[in-house]
């Protein structure tokens, strides 16, 4: 029987388990058709499953490729555009490469492998697929368990060894003994080819040279790359003979290569790596032997994050500017002109970064993802100029949702630099009408936030909170000069410029200055702790995921050779004071604010032991304080199985409001008719 009040038009927790949104979008050679992939909750098994589907570029009609029970993943068209490759897993073992025909719809499996394969890319003729995958190694030795074990004896597990530097990734747990490298099938099926070997991995993306004899792939072979892990380089690999020739030899990372059509040169991205907090990405061209590099954005100062050739003189590079993502359109002069912007992930709703996925067809068609602040990524086109949205995954479902209006907030720091922030209003807050306020701080630090949809600010706003969430100081996107403004010195003024912002949504008539409250993750997540160490103006806090003490975290990470190398200008036993000086643990003794600890509890970037020293030295203070673990969740996974990201929201809002003193029930959203 229907709710006689109506719908329920607020953004609630079960609406997680609604989205959809558009990955991956692989545009047809001939710009025809477009496959991507969809991801979309199952709330079944509580996680974002991916299928794959196809679009008529003219009409907009859609179908379903590949779906059903497992996930569904990584689409790549032939040369031909007649067939797509496609990872696929059922459940059971490793996800295996198919192919599909699109004219009869037959796939085959053209894999038995022992691991998932990555890095597809067909071969010229279309007649073998390259693609990379770990190989299984052997652990080190050392020692051996007694001999003689009784028959039917129940043992302990033998000890585990690990030698390697980076021993464990988050998202990935304790590496398995082994190393990522180039294989080659045939698209009929077959056993596959190994072609690289060695005690290095070897990475995608892969291209082939137009006659099919060489295939570029990027990988770190120098002899102390493991604790020299910046420093790849792109390779040329000859098929015929195995041989291998390193096209690129500058200290930094060098990956990325992509063969123009015609096979004259090669595009790549990377930078010079002199040790500092952040440097934009740059895009160069050489020719196919590694000879005449150019750096075709160095004068244009922002990172490049993706790369595809259109033609054989333009390359398509992906950026952020301001907050917002663009693709343009790269000359082999430097020239750039922009071709599409507004692009937004599909994927990773809580919070709402910068990013997007585009590809190019062979006459220039463009496909990407596009979203807005109160939807997910859709699938766009562009043939030059305004593009136009091919699909409306949330449409039907979302316009009876009353979301949370997003606006730009005018922002000046102490030192008079321009800060970008943006404020999120609770659904039927009336003019005039203050409400509590949640700071939500984004992580990185070298990251950005745009106005997109973030899942966390509508359940935050449905409450009843307005959110704040700014770019500070070390945000990308504007400038390599803004982004260093914390090299060598964060947590530092970025404290300034979000209390400024803080200052400017009270100014606004909107924050309530009696109920201010702060959160963040990982980046956002230790200056949160640095806030309450800081100043006792919030009522409470939530730092997420944070790093407490910059020696523990140095040595615990998962990529242990990171923070001492691009942070601070020593190891942690040669200058302890200085990495203790920029720890909120130094500070810990001046907070009062109510602060609660969240925190994965497979979180291998910032460990679980950096939480849990927090959680103890304010439970040792007597400072009101709660340690949230999320189960089975990875630093980046933290929010992604739906009930957990919701479970993580309510649990935030339900310390806030133990600590809330206005006494004013949460605005509620108009009810429908």
């Known amino acids: 029987m229907a709710d006689d009040a109506g719908p329920q038009r607020a953004f609630t927790a079960d609406d997680l388990f609604k989205l959809s949104g558009v990955t991956d979008p692989q545009i047809s050679p001939d710009g025809n058709r477009i496959a991507y992939v969809r991801s979309s909750a199952d709330v079944m098994v509580d996680k974002q499953v991916p299928s794959i589907w196809l679009v008529d570029v003219a009409n907009g009609a859609q179908r379903p490729l590949v779906t059903g029970q497992g996930a569904h993943f990584s689409p790549v068209w032939s040369p031909d555009g007649k067939r797509l490759a496609f990872v696929s897993s059922d459940g059971d073992g490793a996800p295996q490469l198919y192919v599909l025909w699109l004219d009869s719809g037959a796939k085959v499996r053209v894999t038995g492998l022992p691991d998932s394969p990555g890095s597809i890319a067909w071969s010229p003729d279309g007649r073998q697929i390259a693609y990379t995958m770990r190989v299984p190694g052997q652990a080190m030795k050392l020692g051996s368990a007694p001999a003689n074990k ?163 003189a333009t390359v398509l590079a992906q950026y952020d500017d301001h907050a917002k993502t663009y693709v343009a359109r790269v000359g082999l002069d430097g020239s750039v002109r922009n071709a599409v912007e507004g692009l937004s992930p599909g994927k990773g709703y809580d919070r709402p970064y910068t990013g997007g996925e585009f590809s190019v067809s062979g006459n220039g068609r463009i496909a990407y993802t596009s979203g807005t602040a109160s939807r997910p990524a859709d699938l766009w086109v562009s043939t030059g100029g305004a593009g136009r949205k091919l699909t409306d995954l949330n449409g039907t479902w979302m316009e009876a949702k009353a979301m949370a209006p997003v606006r730009k907030l005018a922002v000046t720091a102490p030192d008079g630099r321009s800060i970008d922030a943006w404020l999120v209003t609770p659904p039927g807050l009336a003019p005039g009408q203050r409400a509590p306020l949640i700071l939500e701080i984004h992580g990185g630090p070298n990251t950005a936030y745009a ?223």
């Open 451 to 673: 106005p997109g949809f973030a899942t966390d600010y509508q359940l935050y706003a449905a409450h009843g909170y307005a959110v704040l969430y700014t770019n500070p100081r070390g945000s990308t996107s504007y400038g390599e000069e803004f982004a260093n403004l914390i090299d060598r010195a964060y947590p530092g003024k970025d404290y300034d410029d979000l209390m400024a912002a803080v200052d400017a949504a009270i100014a606004d008539g909107v924050a309530d200055p009696n109920n201010l409250f702060v959160t963040g993750g990982s980046g956002g997540g230790v200056l949160t702790a640095w806030i309450v160490g800081k100043t006792d103006r919030f009522k409470a806090a939530v730092t997420q995921k944070p790093v407490i003490n910059w020696i523990s975290e140095a040595l615990t990470m998962d990529a242990t050779t990171f923070t001492s190398r691009y942070w601070f200008d020593k190891k942690p036993w040669e200058d302890p004071m200085e990495y203790w000086r920029r720890s909120p643990l130094s500070i810990v003794g001046n907070v009062k604010t109510p602060t609660m600890v969240v925190v994965g509890s497979e979180d291998y970037r910032t460990p679980v032991s950096e939480a849990e020293q927090y959680y103890a030295a304010l439970q040792i203070r007597g400072v009101p304080t709660a340690l949230v673990k999320v189960p089975g969740a990875s630093h980046g996974g933290i929010a992604a199985r739906p009930s957990q990201s919701a479970g993580k929201a309510s649990a935030i809002l339900a310390w806030f409001d133990k600590y809330r003193t206005d006494k004013v029930a949460p605005v509620e959203a108009p009810k429908g008719e």
């Open 150 to 312: 009784p028959e039917g004896a129940k043992w302990a597990d033998p000890l585990e060894v690990i030698d390697r530097v980076t021993y464990r990734a988050d998202g990935g747990g304790y590496t398995q003994p082994g190393y990522d490298h180039l294989f080659l099938v045939s698209t009929d099926g077959g056993a596959p080819r190994q072609l690289t070997f060695g005690n290095f991995d070897d990475q995608g993306p892969l291209s082939w040279t137009p006659d099919g004899k060489r295939i570029l792939f990027s990988g770190n072979r120098n002899a102390d790359w493991q604790r020299d892990a910046n420093n790849s380089e792109v390779y040329s690999l000859d098929i015929a003979s195995g041989s291998l020739t390193a096209l690129t030899t500058r200290k930094g990372p060098d990956a990325n290569p992509l063969v123009s059509p015609d096979g004259k040169h090669v595009a790549y991205l990377g930078y010079d790596d002199v040790n500092r907090s952040y440097e934009n990405t740059e895009l160069y061209v050489m020719n196919i032997d590694g000879s005449g590099v150019k750096a075709l954005t160095g004068k244009f100062d922002h990172s490049i994050d993706s790369i595809a050739w259109s033609g054989n």
